[in-house]
Every structure is written in C-alpha cells, then in structure tokens.
C-alpha cells in the first residue's frame, strides 16, 4: 500500500516540477551563472558528427550535488564539453540536423539502498530519422526505435516503475507531459 502512495506522491510532485518549474528555474539559473558563455554553435551536425563531438565531452554533476538541477545553456556546454544528462540532451537537441526534443524520463527503482536513491531521472535528445525514433546523450546515441514506448524503455532501468516522461522543445518549451502507470 505504501508503494502505491510514494508513486503517487512522486509521479504528481514530478509533473509539477515537469511542468511548471524545472524550465523558468533553468532560465534563472542561466541568467545568474551562465552568461559570460556566449558562442556561435554548429548547426545541422549529422548523428556521427553529434557522436564525435560528445567522445570529447564529460559528464559532470550540476553544483551543490544535484542539488540545483537546471539545464545549462548549449553554449556552455559546447565551450566547457562538460555537462550532466540534461546538458548534453539540450546541446543536441539545439545541433543536430533532425527534428529533435529534449526527453526527460522519472521512474521509481523499488531496490534503490536508499530511499531517496529509488527517484531516479534521465534527460536524452529525442529526434526523428525517417519515420524512427532515436535518442543521444551523455551514453552515446541510441536507436532506432518504432515507438516513444521503446525509447521510455531503453532509458529505465529493469526493475524499475515508470513514472513519468515529459518532452520539451529545445527552448524549454513544454510540449507535453505523459504520467506513465505501471509496466511500459
């Protein structure tokens, strides 16, 4: 019983967060750390070229452990080549040569050692290649997938209770918010 009530504390506080708070807190933090970082970033790169770029990229964590999760400008990440999962989803989703989305996934892991390790979350560029699904971020480039299903499949971990999944523009803008139930 009380799995079903963290659920569902934790699918609808991630929605709030999701929908209302997690783009205009990033737009804040952007504006007070981020704007020395100015720069010019390539357009149009292919998905070999967004690969080759990332090998020299290193995932790091957002200041304060986490704590201020926002996503960074994609001129910083391209000036810094460092970034966590966010970062480098927003980076691509602003470069790559197909239509592209920035994809946040949340999900429950029951095993997690503790509690507050059982939320877990993934940001990838979601993006369109002929009628296939794929995703890229900091674990390389995934795909192809036949459904939104499948690429929400890829990125949780087995064992693990989707929650919720939300696909924004790379502007931040929300293009929708899926609360995921159960099994995917």
């Known amino acids: 019983m009380w799995r079903k009530i963290v659920l569902f504390l934790f699918r609808n506080i991630a929605y709030i967060l999701s929908r209302f708070i997690y783009a205009p807190f990033s737009k804040l ?10 720069a010019d970033l390539p357009k ?58 920035i994809l946040t996934v949340n999900w429950y892991n029951p095993g997690g050692e503790k509690f507050i ?11 369109f290649v002929g009628l296939r699904w794929w995703h890229a971020g900091n674990w390389g480039i995934r795909g192809p997938f036949e459904s939104l299903k499948m690429v929400i499949k890829d990125i949780i971990p087995d064992g693990s209770i989707p929650v919720l999944a939300a696909v924004r523009t790379p502007s931040l803008k929300i293009r929708e918010v899926i609360k995921l139930k159960g099994d995917i």
């Open 29 to 38: 933090m952007r504006l007070i750390l981020e704007r020395k970082y100015k």
């Open 44 to 101: 149009g790169l292919s998905a070999k070229e967004l690969n080759n770029f990332f090998r020299g990229c290193k995932w790091t964590p957002d200041p304060w452990g986490q704590l201020l999760d926002y996503i960074s400008k994609p001129e910083k990440f391209y000036i810094t080549k460092k970034g966590d999962c966010d970062d480098w989803a927003c980076f691509a989703a602003n470069v790559i040569c197909y239509p592209a989305f």
């Open 117 to 127: 390790d059982r939320f877990a979350g993934h940001n990838v560029c979601l993006f």
